[in-house]
Nanobody
């Protein structure tokens, strides 16, 4: 069973940056799109970005356009989320998803 492991979360001040990583346990991940979701406190999980198997950005949530970007390195079975100009409303747990598999999430806290 494929495992997805997120890392890179943490606490940052507004305006700061973080880079999240998601490593898959199987190389077959390269054939599938991957997604980042986030769940803010008290809110439903929402899709942030969808990255196609060849690294294209098929979807980017409106509130993060111009601030976040995604990429993947299929040789490393890894997807990234570069988050710049972070805002307090970006606070939440960020989850990696591919097919039916989910990571356990990494917490991002944006606060002064």
């Amino acid at each position: 069973q494929m495992q997805l492991v997120e890392s890179g979360g943490g606490s940052v001040q507004p305006g700061g940056s973080l880079r999240l990583s998601c490593i898959a346990s199987e190389s077959r991940i390269r054939y599938y799109p991957m997604r980042w979701y986030r769940q803010a406190p008290g809110k439903e999980r929402q899709l942030v970005i969808l990255i196609t198997s060849d690294g294209g950005i098929q979807y980017l949530e409106d509130s993060v356009k111009g601030r976040f970007t995604g990429s993947r390195d299929n040789a490393k079975n890894t997807m990234y989320l570069q988050m710049n100009r972070l805002k307090s409303e970006d606070t939440g747990v960020y989850y990696c998803n591919a097919m039916e598999y989910w990571g356990k999430g990494t917490l991002v806290t944006v606060s002064s």
